[in-house]
């Protein structure tokens, strides 16, 4: 058993995505060869709005969060959204999610929203297990919810085929007892890779009212390469530093939740980690890459599939725009 | 002397606005009787870039109130940035601040950005003082910048005079001692009032490559007279609902820094609050709402004009699109 730092436990997930998109509809439709985006993507299937918001996905998975815990929206004290796409620029996609629930309108939550991107789910999941620990806060929903495929193009294939839209919750509870919990948590910025991944239009920097629609500020832009090269010279010693103070290694954890960010990037867990790979939970084939949604996602997938155990551990990682780099170790119990 | 529930102490403050726009040049432009500004919105002066970014003021304002605290970037162990507005989709604000600020690229904190709309400040110094109790973080930055103007319009004479853009700073340092730090916090979300302020385009919901510019859909809408409805029936409950077990009431509280909504939002507190106008602060006059950046320019304003003494008390207290009511009750040492 490791040491837990901030008690908690999850105590529900769930999850919603639109229709799904199989990778020859894509690759016929923009003459790409039949088969491309398996091979250099990893991926098979995502799933892609018609006409879905970000409020619309993510109010579906936080309801069958719910519901799996058992408890009903005037259960929960704090309702926290995580993601890096919203639907407007105001009010905060929480208020717009809380909005669409049912009984949002009678629900007595604080609400607010939180974005490092890709790793806004383990920042939140992180604050919630802060909050949890000042003994008026009980129960925490936490809800990542994407949509990406309407800031993606046809100039880049690796991109386009990639990315999905898809949301995930988990109800997070306060616990009298330390064998569940977080162990520990991290997240580094590293201000060189600012420019790695992007969308430089649409905000403030470059209003719309001054610079138009244009694919290459309004599409997602990704230096895949230099994404890689900040991944092999900053994970290594984050990774030595996260462990060194838990008592444990990465290879001694039961399961590995990582973002699902690409074929490259998964393939690389299993060696840093010298975890076996069927510990590595791995959904990218069949969802792609949902920003911020891809760990829940894939913790949902864990649960439902292999269920997690009394005092086993979970290690959430992954890397995001930024650059940066996020991991937590949770026990559960 | 209050009982503090999170201790922590504010160990500097700092801000930064961009030039200054006097009311009669936006009265002469638009056709606007003189004096109709100050009169109906309470704005004399608003600060509205020219070509500056949230990055840029927010920056700006982190450096200022990092050396009031005589304290250097790498010695945070966070930064939250807070903020309705932001400078690009992806990636998140936090990053695109930290690298702009001198030593970003050293630093060794972590970093993320929260949004609660006019909020956001206070949210993020709750966040941050569930933070510092976790005996690892020693000292959190919490940046809020704005820039309104970007998304304002002629077509409201009242949201056009009335916001401003500007930046301010909060170091807050981890307290071994119970005299300085959080008293209470709360926030309400009521999704009855999810559009009575909003921007409705120019994200997922209304995606610029399918939606181009067009005033109603990328210019703030608010409507003044629905707010103060919200206002006038929830804030009473939710203030008494505050105090409650605070041993404290509103009217003791040494100095109450609003939200500056506007010249009605602001009248109305004392008239609540029951407290005298000398301990309510007031910049609006010479900033006007520069939405979560308010709170903390009139916090800074404080610091510099009067100072806090030992033992005195902070109400910070707003309502924001959402529609949501926050307050912080905090407790200098």
Redesign the interface.
Known sequence: MLNV??PCRIIGTGMHVPTAVASDTIEAKHGLPVGWSLEHSGVDTRHWITTE???ELGSRAAQNALDDAGVSLTDVDVMITAG?????????????T??LMKG??Q???????????CL?FI?AFR?AS??L??GEIRRVLVVASE?AS??IGPANWETMTLFGDGAAAVVLEASASEKAGVVKH???????G?RA?????????????DY??APEL?H?QMDGRELLRLTLKHLPSFISNFFEDTGTLWNEVSWTVPHQASKTGLGVIPKIAKVKPDQVVNILETYGNCISASIPMALHHLMTTRGLQQGESVLFIGT?????I?ALLYQHG
């Open positions: 730092t901030k918001t970000v409020a890096g796409t919203s639907d407007q620029h105001i009010p905060s996609q929480a208020a717009l809380l909005a949002g309108d629900a007595r939550c604080q609400a607010f929203h939180v974005d490092t991107t806004s920042t604050l802060d909050m620990q000042d949509v309407v800031g991290s997240h580094r910025l590293y201000t060189e600012v991944a992007e969308i430089p239009g649409g905000c403030v920097a470059k209003w719309v009212e138009a629609f309004h997602f995001s725009a930024g650059y940066s996020g």
